[in-house]
């Protein structure tokens, strides 16, 4: 597989981020809000109205994007758009902060950016493109000023697991990356962190 490029999800972009997710809006209609809406606001896929499952998460990532917040990084190869991240200020994430098994022990640290998502469809997983997608958002927080990097992996033990149940990536992944990994502080989960230096 060849990548073209990684690029912000702007405004201009937006059809391209809305056909990539298409009309499961990733995972289980979340359009990639999970993290950025408080529990009451997101509509969970299990909603009992079939024809607005997302309606709600969808409407928030394009007026997001539409005024110029960049949710995340698009890659492209030569047929389009084939994968996503998601990274941005970790203040962004409304969600952290009131999360039992993530809150930041210290969430007015400055300059922290996290990472809390990755979405390929089906026939573009097991080809590297996570991997090229996180490298794209280490050099994109890099240049955002970002003092460092968070995110919070899945550890499947060297083994493999459902898409869906690894969207925050695994902690093989980055520990290759150069990650310091370490246990959440009130939690089991585990935080992947990486000190950036302009370059």
């Not at 499961?24 to 979340?30: E, M, S």
């Amino acid at each position: 597989m060849s990548i073209v490029s990684i690029e912000p999800a702007t405004a201009e972009r937006w059809e391209d981020l809305e056909n990539l997710f298409g009309p499961t809006g990733a995972y289980g209609h979340c359009w990639c809000t999970f993290f950025r809406r408080r529990a009451k606001d997101h509509t969970a896929s299990t909603s009992c109205e079939r024809s607005n499952r997302g309606v709600d998460n969808k409407e928030e990532l394009r007026r997001l994007t539409l005024d110029g917040r960049v949710p995340g990084l698009l890659a492209y190869d030569e047929d389009g758009p084939c994968g996503w991240v998601s990274v941005a200020p970790r203040e962004d994430f409304i969600r952290l902060s009131r999360s039992r098994s993530l809150r930041p022990a210290d969430p007015r640290e400055p300059g922290v950016w996290s990472l809390v998502c990755f979405w390929l469809p089906p026939r573009r997983r097991r080809r590297g493109l996570g991997s090229r997608l996180l490298e794209g958002a280490i050099d994109y927080a890099r240049s955002g000023g970002a003092r460092v990097l968070e995110a919070y992996p899945v550890d499947t033990a060297g083994g493999r697991a459902p898409s869906a149940e690894v969207y925050t990536g695994t902690v093989e992944m980055f520990r290759r990356a150069g990650f310091t990994l370490s246990g959440h502080h009130l939690s089991e989960r585990v935080v992947a962190r990486l000190e950036l230096k302009a370059e």
